[in-house]
T-cell receptor, first 119, second 111 residues
Framework: AQKITQTQPGMFVQEKEAVTLDCTYD???????LFWYKQPSSGEMIFLIY??????QNATEGRYSLNFQKARKSANLVISASQLGDSAMYFC????????????????FGQGTILTVHP | DVKVTQSSRYLVKRTGEKVFLECVQD?????MFWYRQDPGLGLRLIYF???????EKGDIPEGYSVSREKKERFSLILESASTNQTSMYLC??????????FGQGTRLTVV
């Protein structure tokens, strides 16, 4: 079974500063993908960034980067130059790709971290 | 853009009612999912479907059933709604391993 742990229920950051949201995962599978989603108060889940377990480079998407440390089983999200609109709930998630192909794309989610950006 | 549409943003139902939550996607995705979201628990998988008329239980299927008669539509059914099913329900769809697209969510209150 897979497990995702986000140990920070809430985080605060000053506008224009960088912030790191922690995510650790547990799986015995070798092939998997890690996702980060943003959920504003309106409720929709917005995809931010994806990292595959065999990707050699850390993923980046604009102001978002994923600090992937495979040996430590961590996949922290780094948001640079925070903006007021970044205030939201953030979820880390994992999808396992097994040889039998039976995962069908199921995502396992962490508990989430609420980020508040102060002006 | 991929669109996943859930039929209602907010629903209020009475205990014991049969409740249908509908989800439609417009990108011909094979895989569709229903999650529920509760504070402190993140999103938990209720059911998923990898093809028409195919379904698999997720982590918390008790009290729920699903229907997928057409590829684009995946329905979640609460056979007899109870107050502990008050929650946010999110539908998602995907075709490849590196994507998952979500609907806007349905906030269900059972009174």
């Amino acid at each position: 079974a897979q497990k995702i742990t986000q140990t920070q229920p809430g985080m605060f950051v000053q506008e224009k500063e960088a912030v790191t949201l922690d995510c650790t995962y547990d799986t015995s599978d070798q092939s998997y993908g890690l996702f980060w989603y943003k959920q504003p108060s309106s409720g929709e889940m917005i995809f931010l960034i994806y990292q595959g377990s065999y990707d050699e480079q850390n993923a980046t998407e604009g102001r978002y980067s994923l600090n992937f440390q495979k040996a430590r089983k961590s996949a922290n999200l780094v948001i640079s130059a925070s903006q007021l609109g970044d205030s939201a709930m953030y979820f880390c998630a994992m999808r396992v790709f097994n040889a039998g192909g039976t995962s069908y794309g199921k995502l396992t989610f962490g508990q989430g971290t609420i980020l508040t950006v102060h002006p | 853009d991929v669109k996943v549409t859930q039929s209602s943003r907010y629903l209020v139902k009475r205990t014991g009612e049969k409740v249908f939550l509908e989800c439609v996607q417009d990108m011909d995705h094979e895989n569709m999912f229903w999650y529920r979201q509760d504070p402190g628990l993140g999103l938990r998988l209720i059911y998923f479907s990898y093809d028409v008329k195919m379904k698999e239980k997720g982590d918390i299927p008790e009290g729920y059933s699903v229907s997928r008669e057409k590829k684009e539509r995946f329905s979640l059914i609460l056979e007899s709604a109870s107050t502990n099913q008050t929650s946010m329900y999110l539908c998602a769809s995907s075709r490849t391993a590196t994507e998952a697209f979500f609907g806007q969510g349905t906030r269900l209150t059972v009174v």
